[in-house]
């Protein structure tokens, strides 16, 4: 590795962990400074109604959620699979074939959780919201909090796949179909687009500082990840996530901080929509369309 993926003469690793208690402390004093409580239960309200009747609304997420859990129950069936990793001792590139949950340490596999919860969680609320019953305000936070998380990790995910990750084979001739197979698609291409278009349908109210939860599911991914380096499976999916390397500080706060900046694009295209629903959906699809790829571009080579 080369650039600002080298390693320096001292580990970073110590100054990253401190990195990462600061952002931990950081969301802290912001959650209790705005009283994100409050924010989030009155935010709750606005996610079970819709342009679209309730009926259509319930059939929709239920329909997220089965696609989602499709691919998760795929992912174990389909035997081994391939993934580039960096091993942590050695701190070099090898191609590993996990199987069954060795496929879920992967960011974007926690992107499709995430997104498969929220959308089980929404499909539940709005049945209870047909029903006449109430809902514990738990819940409906929840609700809020794991949207808000997954909102911009998806849209992460999506643009690094399609910037990053798709070109970057593309450039060292390396074939690459299993990134167009279903459980990928699922992951890099639709978690992005089923919340878009839920945005489309329900038109939520938000908060900017809800850019706080996507800050903290970075760092907690971060810290799951050096864990499971350094005591479980002793290697990193992502070259820049090693706490070892020289700007290893950096990479964890860009990274949670990208989920974050994520988020408010997403909230600024809310506002939008609020100001006029056909301009701020149309920005939202253009900005999805860019940033996924369902299939092999056309100008990539043939790989064998």
């Known amino acids: 590795m080369g650039g600002l993926l080298e390693y320096g003469v001292n580990d970073s690793t110590r100054l990253t962990i401190f990195t990462l ?13 705005w009283d994100m409580y409050s924010l989030v239960e009155s935010s709750a309200l606005t996610f079970h109604s819709s342009w679209a009747s309730l009926e259509f609304l ?17 992912m174990f ?16 590139e090898t191609t590993l074939h996990p199987k069954g949950m060795g496929k879920f340490v992967t960011f974007s596999s926690w992107t499709l959780l995430l997104n498969i919860f929220y959308f089980f969680i929404a499909g539940i609320l709005s049945l209870n919201v ?19 998380a997954a909102l911009g990790a998806s849209l992460l995910t999506a643009t690094v796949v399609r910037y990053i990750i798709l070109p970057g084979e593309v450039r060292i001739n390396r074939n690459h179909d299993q990134m167009f197979n279903f459980p990928n698609q699922m992951m890099h291409n639709f978690a992005a687009a089923f919340l878009i278009f839920e945005i489309i349908l329900v038109q939520p109210e938000l908060s900017p500082s809800f850019a706080f939860f996507g800050l903290v599911l970075g760092t907690l991914y971060a810290l799951f990840a050096y864990v499971f380096a350094f005591y479980g499976g002793g290697f990193y999916i992502y070259s820049f996530i090693d706490p070892r390397l020289r700007y290893g500080p950096l990479w964890l706060t860009g990274i949670a901080g990208a989920i974050a900046l994520f988020y408010l694009g ?7 929509m609020a100001y006029n629903s056909l301009i701020g959906a149309t920005v939202l699809i253009i900005w999805l369309s860019l940033i996924t790829q369902f299939r092999t571009s056309l100008t990539e080579p043939i790989v064998k």
């Not at 208690?21 to 400074?33: D, E, K, P, R």
């Not at 929709?60 to 998760?72: E, I, Q, Y």
């Not at 997403?266 to 939008?272: K, R």
């Open 266 to 272: 997403v909230w600024c295209g809310i506002q939008l």
């Open 58 to 74: 319930i059939l929709w997420r239920f329909t997220c959620f089965l696609a989602g859990a499709s691919a998760v129950f795929q």
């Open 21 to 33: 208690i600061g952002l931990f402390i950081l969301s802290t004093l912001a959650f209790l400074y």
């Open 130 to 148: 047909m029903n006449g019953n109430q809902t514990p305000s738990w819940l409906n936070g929840m609700l809020v909090v794991v949207f808000s």
């Open 77 to 92: 069936k389909s035997g081994r699979g391939v993934m580039i990793v960096i091993l942590h001792d050695e701190r070099k």
